[in-house]
């Protein structure tokens, strides 16, 4: 009996092998995703203080920050360095509008999120208007993207109070 009682202790032990250990760590592939809300400061009403000749509104991020002149700021997104919500404008004269940037190459670290308004045809002639931030002062807050995440945000754009140019 006493011999017995060590084999079956061993043998339960071997059995066991890793179900005892913690799983292993989900690892998400894939592309990445920037989801983001604006909210305009007054709602459709809050448009009255834009220039009359806005043309379209965009969300843009940037790997680096303070930014190149409004002229570079096209080679940043050519170079890869930034991206854009697309060259198509998001909606004008809304209360909020929703947007989404697939991040291809993953992971991506953006050091600044704005919302830009373009008003002539140029697509040098931005204007930053909104900025992720927490801060009054637009101080920009970071965001890492990686590999199968989605990245939720909300931007606040107020036409009265517009955030510093970032060049």
């Given amino acids: 009996m006493r011999i017995s ?9 071997i059995s066991c092998g890793e179900g005892l250990a913690p799983p292993a760590p989900e690892v998400k592939v894939g592309p990445g995703l920037l989801r983001g809300t604006i909210i305009y400061v007054g709602g459709k009403s809050g448009w ?3 220039p009359d000749s ?3 509104i965009r969300a843009a991020g940037f790997t680096s920050y303070p930014l ?8 940043e997104l ?3 360095r930034a991206i854009i919500s697309g ?3 998001l909606p004008l004269f809304v ?3 929703v947007f989404e940037i697939p991040i291809s190459n993953p992971p991506m670290t953006l050091q600044y999120v704005a919302i830009a308004q373009q008003t002539s045809s140029d697509l040098n002639d931005q204007t930053i208007v909104g900025v992720y ?3 009054p002062t637009f101080e920009p807050l970071p965001i890492t993207i990686r590999s199968g995440d989605t990245v939720n945000i909300r931007i606040l754009v107020d036409f009265k109070n517009i955030p510093p140019q970032p060049f």
């Fill in 5 to 13: 009682l060590p084999i079956c202790f061993l043998l339960f032990l």
């Fill in 48 to 50: 009255i203080n834009a």
């Fill in 54 to 56: 806005v043309i379209a």
């Fill in 68 to 75: 190149p002149d409004s002229a570079g700021i096209v080679n």
């Fill in 78 to 80: 050519l170079e890869g």
């Fill in 87 to 89: 060259f198509v404008s």
């Fill in 95 to 97: 209360d909020s509008t």
């Fill in 133 to 135: 931030s927490d801060k």
